[in-house]
């Protein structure tokens, strides 16, 4: 028994299946399909996880039938060429004690014909917010026809030896769309009251139950909290709940909230409260007697054993932190887990990749996802070691540092400020960012159990190089704000963002930002200078500010709280001049041009430039040089931590 996490790490019994603790990897998307079939990085991924002391694994979602195809790498599993991949996972999932179910799912009118050229299939003729495409009002035939495809899939997962099924009720999917009033508008008995709006998802459930029998466990995903008006409410969710399980057609319930009117909340980013589902999953277990899941932004040992301790759920979902750390479960039994690897809820190489048809990753992880490639547990030491300088402790610096030192390099990291983490310093101190600073305590705190020398306030140059002779050079200098190519740029009241971030004064009342890059960077600054009571003006070339948003689940909240503190979002824009009190616009959609008057401060937010003159200096003084992260190219953060990787490796 772990003493200081009890709860944790004490068995529980879903039905017929008991798991060694109550940590989960709940489902999600990875697109590791290949050829909609589940492939052997699938069987890495979930066994790593396994290995790292997970209880419980339940894979992304397992298709039921042919009509649901939301996106391109769906795993089509009513075709019984899935069981081979299945017993490939399951077995490993099985060799290091950890119990695996499979989600199953039709996502109804949360999809797209695009992928099948065939109509969606929904309750009723209603559009999803975010595909806006009107489904098929599915008749009784159809319904029977998905009916028969959970079961089938049911039959797939048992020859697949998983421990069972999660049925997905939650954000995407078919069930909580007959069981929501706001998609479901049938006049037969399919829809209307609370019991033919059930009638459909206790039909399913009833025929998996047969199915899956005495030894296989079953659980529905709800969506606790629908979190849009005239959705489903905590109070109906309740209501749900209690019917399954007064119906015995259940052995747990896992949870969320939210659908795809607000997406942002399912996969919540750091500018959404740690653990800020829990309260539905709370709600849940007031009225059922089958164990309950809480999910969403659960990233700590301690918040996760305070949740069990509460009695606000028996179980706990971490999704993002053990794509982040796969050893999340086992470092916190054996008392370490002031080295987990604490995901940060950028969604950057997580959501952000799949959202864009792209396999899952980490921004801190670069073998998550990849963990056949690199051979987690079978790290090669070099053969030749060699002496390695890695200047600049950034993001970058610090991975290669600590991956060349894993594998036997003598490793010495010059940074030449007096603290490691580079531009982090800087990007954590707007509002609501601050857990970016967690990605160099992450990688400090790795990087101090290595014998890798830190030096710090020393700036390398051609002479310190000479003098040292190192085997390998790698430069991880970074980048900085690149000159503007605005007309009044130059004037004293015109500010680059890393100045005003670095806390330059930013004179006068009235900014406007101009963002190039249409990412954080902006937005934060927006947000920053609002917070210090400044009026605050936001332009963008774009049809809308901050477009990148849009891919890490934050463009919605960025929006609501950019007008709550009343900044202006000027679109489609670029600036003519800057003048020493206005600056001239113009709109290249209607082509009128238009003098923003009484602005105080400028702040550019351009695209920077590789810091890359030392790369060029000492190019040639060493056997291997390499530069990486921003000082080749500047990019967003996890390319710099997956370059530093993959160099640190190959040395
Ligand atoms: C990339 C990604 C894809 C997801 N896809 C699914 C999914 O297909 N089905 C599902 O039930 N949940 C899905 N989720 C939600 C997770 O199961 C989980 O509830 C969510 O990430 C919040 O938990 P976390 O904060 O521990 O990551 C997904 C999450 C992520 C990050
Ligand atoms: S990419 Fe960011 S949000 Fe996703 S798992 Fe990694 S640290 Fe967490």
């Known amino acids: 028994m772990n003493t200081e996490f009890p709860h944790l790490f004490s068995p529980i019994r879903l039905g017929p299946i008991t798991l060694k603790n109550r940590i989960v990897f709940p489902a999600h998307l990875t697109n590791f399909a290949e050829n909609h079939l589940p492939s052997d990085r699938h069987t890495y991924y979930y066994g790593e996880r396994a290995r790292g002391g997970a209880g419980l694994i339940i894979t992304e979602e397992q298709s039921v039938h042919p009509t649901d195809v939301a996106y391109e790498k769906l795993i089509d599993a009513f075709d019984s060429r899935v069981i081979p991949g299945y017993l490939r996972m399951t077995t490993e999932v099985h060799k290091f004690g950890g119990k695996i179910l499979a989600q199953l799912n039709h996502n109804g009118q949360q999809g797209s014909s695009a992928f099948t050229r065939r109509a969606l299939w929904g309750p009723s003729s209603v559009p999803d917010p975010l595909f806006r495409e009107i489904p098929k009002a599915m008749d009784k035939a159809d319904m029977q026809e998905v009916i028969r495809g959970f079961c089938l899939v049911a039959e797939h997962t048992i020859k697949g030896r998983f421990d069972g099924c999660e049925v997905q009720s939650s954000h995407s999917s078919l069930l909580r769309q007959f069981m929501s009033p706001l998609t479901n508008k049938r006049t037969d008995e399919y829809g209307g009251s609370f019991t033919n709006r059930m009638r459909f998802p206790i039909e399913i459930m009833t025929a998996l139950r047969r199915v899956l029998g005495k030894h296989h466990a079953l659980g529905i995903r709800l969506s606790g909290d629908e979190l849009v008006d005239g959705g489903l409410t905590l109070d109906d969710m309740k209501k749900v709940a209690a019917n399954l399980d007064e119906l015995h057609l259940i052995d747990f319930i896992n949870t969320s909230t939210a659908n795809f009117h607000n997406l942002f909340m399912v996969e919540g980013s750091m500018h959404v409260p740690l653990g800020y589902n829990t309260y539905a999953a709370a709600g849940l277990k007031e009225v059922v007697g089958v164990p309950v899941f809480a999910a969403g932004r659960i990233n700590a040992p301690a918040q996760a054993e305070r949740i069990l301790t509460n009695g606000q759920a028996d179980?706990?979902?971490?999704?993002?932190?053990?794509?982040?750390?796969?050893?999340?479960?086992?470092?916190?039994?054996?008392?370490?887990?002031?080295?987990?690897?604490?995901?940060?809820?950028?969604?950057?190489?997580?959501?952000?990749?799949?959202?864009?048809?792209?396999?899952?990753?980490?921004?801190?992880?670069?073998?998550?996802?990849?963990?056949?490639?690199?051979?987690?547990?079978?790290?090669?030491?070099?053969?030749?070691?060699?002496?390695?300088?890695?200047?600049?402790?950034?993001?970058?610096?610090?991975?290669?540092?600590?991956?060349?030192?894993?594998?036997?390099?003598?490793?010495?990291?010059?940074?030449?400020?007096?603290?490691?983490?580079?531009?982090?310093?800087?990007?954590?101190?707007?509002?609501?960012?601050?857990?970016?600073?967690?990605?160099?305590?992450?990688?400090?705190?790795?990087?101090?159990?290595?014998?890798?020398?830190?030096?710090?306030?020393?700036?390398?140059?051609?002479?310190?190089?000479?003098?040292?002779?190192?085997?390998?050079?790698?430069?991880?200098?970074?980048?900085?704000?690149?000159?503007?190519?605005?007309?009044?740029?130059?004037?004293?009241?015109?500010?680059?963002?890393?100045?005003?971030?670095?806390?330059?004064?930013?004179?006068?009342?009235?900014?406007?930002?101009?963002?190039?890059?249409?990412?954080?960077?902006?937005?934060?600054?927006?947000?920053?200078?609002?917070?210090?009571?400044?009026?605050?003006?936001?332009?963008?070339?774009?049809?809308?500010?901050?477009?990148?948003?849009?891919?890490?689940?934050?463009?919605?909240?960025?929006?609501?709280?950019?007008?709550?503190?009343?900044?202006?979002?000027?679109?489609?824009?670029?600036?003519?001049?800057?003048?020493?009190?206005?600056?001239?616009?113009?709109?290249?959609?209607?082509?009128?041009?238009?003098?923003?008057?009484?602005?105080?401060?400028?702040?550019?937010?351009?695209?920077?430039?590789?810091?890359?003159?030392?790369?060029?200096?000492?190019?040639?003084?060493?056997?291997?040089?390499?530069?990486?992260?921003?000082?080749?190219?500047?990019?967003?953060?996890?390319?710099?931590?997956?370059?530093?990787?993959?160099?640190?490796?190959?040395?």
């Open 315 to 651: 179980l706990v979902c971490i999704a993002r932190g053990q794509i982040c750390d796969a050893e999340f479960a086992n470092k916190t039994l054996e008392g370490r887990h002031q080295e987990i690897r604490q995901c940060i809820a950028c969604n950057q190489g997580c959501a952000a990749r799949t959202g864009l048809n792209r396999d899952l990753g980490c921004l801190q992880n670069p073998t998550s996802g990849r963990e056949g490639i690199f051979k987690t547990h079978s790290l090669q030491k070099a053969e030749n070691v060699k002496k390695v300088m890695v200047v600049g402790g950034g993001p970058a610096g610090l991975e290669v540092a600590k991956e060349a030192a894993r594998r036997g390099h003598r490793v010495t990291l010059y940074e030449r400020a007096e603290k490691l983490g580079g531009q982090i310093n800087l990007l954590a101190r707007v509002p609501n960012r601050e857990e970016f600073s967690d990605v160099i305590r992450n990688q400090t705190q790795e990087i101090e159990q290595l014998p890798v020398s830190i030096l710090l306030g020393v700036e390398v140059t051609p002479g310190l190089v000479e003098g040292e002779r190192p085997d390998v050079i790698v430069v991880a200098t970074g980048s900085e704000a690149a000159p503007s190519y605005l007309a009044g740029a130059d004037q004293s009241h015109v500010l680059t963002f890393y100045e005003v971030l670095a806390g330059r004064e930013v004179p006068g009342d009235n900014v406007l930002i101009i963002d190039d890059i249409g990412f954080h960077q902006g937005t934060s600054i927006a947000e920053y200078l609002a917070y210090l009571n400044k009026k605050v003006s936001i332009l963008s070339a774009g049809l809308y500010v901050a477009p990148d948003l849009m891919t890490t689940m934050d463009i919605q909240l960025w929006y609501r709280r950019a007008l709550d503190q009343g900044i202006e979002m000027i679109t489609n824009s670029i600036v003519r001049t800057i003048g020493s009190d206005s600056v001239t616009i113009f709109n290249h959609y209607n082509g009128q041009e238009r003098v923003l008057n009484d602005i105080t401060a400028v702040v550019l937010v351009g695209h920077p430039k590789p810091r890359e003159e030392l790369y060029y200096q000492i190019k040639g003084m060493a056997p291997e040089v390499y530069r990486i992260g921003d000082c080749l190219a500047p990019r967003k953060m996890e390319h710099a931590i997956y370059e530093g990787f993959k160099v640190g490796r190959s040395i």
